[in-house]
Protein backbone atom coordinates (compact mmCIF):
# COMPACT_ATOMS: atom_id res chain seq x y z
CA UNK A 1 0.00 0.00 0.00
CA UNK A 2 1.39 3.54 -1.28
CA UNK A 3 0.59 6.61 1.08
CA UNK A 4 0.97 9.97 -0.67
CA UNK A 5 1.12 12.95 1.66
CA UNK A 6 0.64 16.32 -0.52
CA UNK A 7 3.40 18.36 -0.11
CA UNK A 8 2.26 22.10 0.05
CA UNK A 9 2.88 25.41 1.77
CA UNK A 10 2.50 24.55 4.86
CA UNK A 11 4.20 22.66 7.53
CA UNK A 12 4.13 19.41 10.11
CA UNK A 13 4.88 17.05 7.02
CA UNK A 14 7.89 15.56 9.18
CA UNK A 15 5.57 14.75 12.49
CA UNK A 16 3.38 12.90 10.15
CA UNK A 17 5.98 10.88 8.47
CA UNK A 18 7.60 9.84 11.55
CA UNK A 19 3.94 8.62 12.55
CA UNK A 20 3.39 6.56 9.55
CA UNK A 21 6.96 5.26 9.92
CA UNK A 22 6.18 3.71 13.46
CA UNK A 23 3.21 2.42 11.83
CA UNK A 24 5.34 0.52 8.83
CA UNK A 25 3.65 2.27 6.18
CA UNK A 26 5.18 3.47 2.92
CA UNK A 27 5.05 6.83 1.90
CA UNK A 28 5.75 9.81 -0.30
CA UNK A 29 5.78 13.21 0.14
CA UNK A 30 5.26 14.87 -3.23
CA UNK A 31 3.29 17.08 -4.71
CA UNK A 32 2.95 15.46 -8.57
CA UNK A 33 -0.64 15.25 -9.46
CA UNK A 34 -0.09 11.69 -11.05
CA UNK A 35 1.36 10.64 -8.09
CA UNK A 36 -0.85 11.81 -5.63
CA UNK A 37 -3.67 10.52 -7.88
CA UNK A 38 -1.93 6.84 -8.13
CA UNK A 39 -1.33 6.64 -4.61
CA UNK A 40 -3.70 4.33 -2.69
CA UNK A 41 -4.37 6.78 0.30
CA UNK A 42 -4.03 10.46 0.87
CA UNK A 43 -2.86 12.54 3.50
CA UNK A 44 -3.02 16.70 3.62
CA UNK A 45 -1.09 17.95 6.30
CA UNK A 46 -0.48 21.08 7.53
CA UNK A 47 -0.10 24.26 10.40
CA UNK A 48 0.33 27.33 7.67
CA UNK A 49 -1.90 30.00 6.54
CA UNK A 50 -5.60 29.23 4.24
CA UNK A 51 -4.80 31.55 1.30
CA UNK A 52 -1.39 30.87 0.97
CA UNK A 53 -1.38 26.99 1.11
CA UNK A 54 -4.97 27.10 -1.59
CA UNK A 55 -2.55 29.45 -3.72
CA UNK A 56 -0.03 27.00 -3.72
CA UNK A 57 -2.10 24.29 -3.95
CA UNK A 58 -3.83 25.81 -7.58
CA UNK A 59 -0.40 26.56 -8.91
CA UNK A 60 0.66 23.15 -9.01
CA UNK A 61 -2.85 22.28 -10.22
CA UNK A 62 -3.54 19.67 -7.16
CA UNK A 63 -7.21 21.27 -5.98
CA UNK A 64 -8.59 19.75 -8.73
CA UNK A 65 -6.64 16.13 -8.57
CA UNK A 66 -8.04 16.43 -4.68
CA UNK A 67 -11.27 17.18 -5.77
CA UNK A 68 -11.34 14.02 -7.83
CA UNK A 69 -9.84 11.35 -5.72
CA UNK A 70 -11.67 8.46 -5.04
CA UNK A 71 -9.64 6.67 -2.52
CA UNK A 72 -9.20 7.60 1.57
CA UNK A 73 -8.25 10.88 2.10
CA UNK A 74 -7.56 12.56 5.38
CA UNK A 75 -6.87 16.15 5.71
CA UNK A 76 -4.71 16.85 9.27
CA UNK A 77 -5.59 20.13 10.65
CA UNK A 78 -4.81 23.17 8.19
CA UNK A 79 -5.22 20.09 5.52
CA UNK A 80 -9.08 19.58 7.48
CA UNK A 81 -9.93 23.35 6.73
CA UNK A 82 -8.73 23.36 3.05
CA UNK A 83 -11.16 20.74 3.00
CA UNK A 84 -14.25 23.57 3.25
CA UNK A 85 -15.80 26.15 0.90
CA UNK A 86 -14.12 29.01 2.64
CA UNK A 87 -11.89 30.23 5.57
CA UNK A 88 -11.95 33.32 7.41
CA UNK A 89 -7.94 33.07 7.35
CA UNK A 90 -7.01 35.54 4.40
CA UNK A 91 -10.34 35.11 2.81
CA UNK A 92 -9.78 31.91 0.94
CA UNK A 93 -11.71 30.03 -1.30
CA UNK A 94 -11.33 26.28 -0.51
CA UNK A 95 -12.00 22.52 -1.93
CA UNK A 96 -15.10 22.79 -1.00
CA UNK A 97 -15.41 19.23 -0.28
CA UNK A 98 -16.87 20.03 2.83
CA UNK A 99 -19.89 22.72 2.79
CA UNK A 100 -19.08 25.91 5.68
CA UNK A 101 -17.35 28.95 6.21
CA UNK A 102 -13.76 27.87 8.48
CA UNK A 103 -14.24 31.02 10.92
CA UNK A 104 -11.47 32.14 13.98
CA UNK A 105 -12.02 31.60 17.49
CA UNK A 106 -13.64 34.62 19.64
CA UNK A 107 -11.25 36.86 20.97
CA UNK A 108 -11.95 36.83 24.40
CA UNK A 109 -10.43 32.87 23.62
CA UNK A 110 -6.59 32.68 23.59
CA UNK A 111 -5.30 31.82 20.34
CA UNK A 112 -4.08 29.88 18.98
CA UNK A 113 -5.44 27.02 20.42
CA UNK A 114 -2.45 24.70 21.93
CA UNK A 115 -2.58 21.45 24.10
CA UNK A 116 -4.61 18.49 24.65
CA UNK A 117 -8.51 19.00 24.15
CA UNK A 118 -11.23 16.20 24.86
CA UNK A 119 -12.98 14.95 21.55
CA UNK A 120 -16.31 13.18 21.51
CA UNK A 121 -15.90 10.69 18.42
CA UNK A 122 -19.34 9.34 16.57
CA UNK A 123 -19.28 6.42 14.97
CA UNK A 124 -16.87 6.12 12.18
CA UNK A 125 -14.10 3.80 10.77
CA UNK A 126 -11.39 5.99 11.32
CA UNK A 127 -12.35 5.54 15.32
CA UNK A 128 -12.10 2.21 15.42
CA UNK A 129 -11.18 0.95 18.99
CA UNK A 130 -11.38 4.31 20.65
CA UNK A 131 -13.29 5.91 23.68
CA UNK A 132 -16.24 7.58 23.05
CA UNK A 133 -14.12 10.61 24.29
CA UNK A 134 -10.64 10.73 24.25
CA UNK A 135 -7.70 13.53 24.22
CA UNK A 136 -6.03 14.49 21.03
CA UNK A 137 -3.59 17.53 20.42
CA UNK A 138 -4.74 20.56 18.90
CA UNK A 139 -2.91 23.57 17.76
CA UNK A 140 -5.27 26.33 15.87
CA UNK A 141 -7.09 29.44 15.70
CA UNK A 142 -9.93 28.81 13.34
CA UNK A 143 -12.76 26.14 13.63
CA UNK A 144 -15.48 24.89 11.69
CA UNK A 145 -18.87 24.86 13.08
CA UNK A 146 -21.06 21.38 14.15
CA UNK A 147 -22.94 20.21 11.20
CA UNK A 148 -24.32 17.13 8.93
CA UNK A 149 -20.60 16.42 8.07
CA UNK A 150 -19.33 16.52 11.88
CA UNK A 151 -17.96 13.11 13.18
CA UNK A 152 -16.43 14.11 16.16
CA UNK A 153 -16.74 17.37 17.95
CA UNK A 154 -14.47 19.46 21.02
CA UNK A 155 -15.17 22.51 22.99
CA UNK A 156 -13.44 25.68 23.08
CA UNK A 157 -15.43 28.52 24.50
CA UNK A 158 -18.04 26.54 21.71
CA UNK A 159 -18.82 23.42 20.18
CA UNK A 160 -16.91 22.88 16.83
CA UNK A 161 -15.92 20.04 14.60
CA UNK A 162 -12.97 17.89 15.44
CA UNK A 163 -13.67 15.34 12.81
CA UNK A 164 -15.49 15.99 9.50
CA UNK A 165 -16.27 13.00 6.52
CA UNK A 166 -17.65 13.59 3.38
CA UNK A 167 -17.62 10.64 0.96
CA UNK A 168 -14.23 9.45 1.15
CA UNK A 169 -12.94 12.31 2.02
CA UNK A 170 -12.34 12.79 5.85
CA UNK A 171 -10.54 15.83 7.65
CA UNK A 172 -9.53 15.73 11.41
CA UNK A 173 -8.65 19.54 13.25
CA UNK A 174 -6.22 17.75 15.86
CA UNK A 175 -2.80 16.56 15.23
CA UNK A 176 -3.35 12.64 15.55
CA UNK A 177 0.50 12.18 14.61
CA UNK A 178 1.11 14.43 17.89
CA UNK A 179 -1.75 12.38 20.08
CA UNK A 180 -0.18 9.39 21.47
CA UNK A 181 -1.34 5.76 20.99
CA UNK A 182 -5.35 7.04 20.34
CA UNK A 183 -3.77 9.23 17.34
CA UNK A 184 -1.88 6.76 16.15
CA UNK A 185 -4.71 4.22 16.34
CA UNK A 186 -6.55 6.79 14.26
CA UNK A 187 -4.12 6.71 11.59
CA UNK A 188 -3.87 2.82 11.79
CA UNK A 189 -7.29 2.93 11.24
CA UNK A 190 -6.67 5.52 8.06
CA UNK A 191 -4.14 2.65 6.71
CA UNK A 192 -6.84 0.22 7.04
CA UNK A 193 -10.02 2.01 5.50
CA UNK A 194 -11.76 0.71 2.02
CA UNK A 195 -13.98 4.11 1.44
Excluded at 49 to 65: F, P, T, V, W
Excluded at 121 to 132: N, R, S
Excluded at 165 to 173: C, S, Y
Aim: hydrophobic letters at 40%; charged letters at 20%; one cysteine or more.
Amino acid sequence: MSVAIVKFNAGNITSVKFALEKLGASYVITDDPGKIAEADRVILPGVGEASSAMNYLREKGLDHILRSLQQPFLGICLGMQLLCTSSDEGNADGLNIIAGRVKKFSSKLKVPLIGWNCVKFAEDELFFGLKKLEFQYFVHSYYLETGDRTIAEAQYGISYSAAVRHLNFRGVQFHPEKSAEPGLQILKNFLRLKT
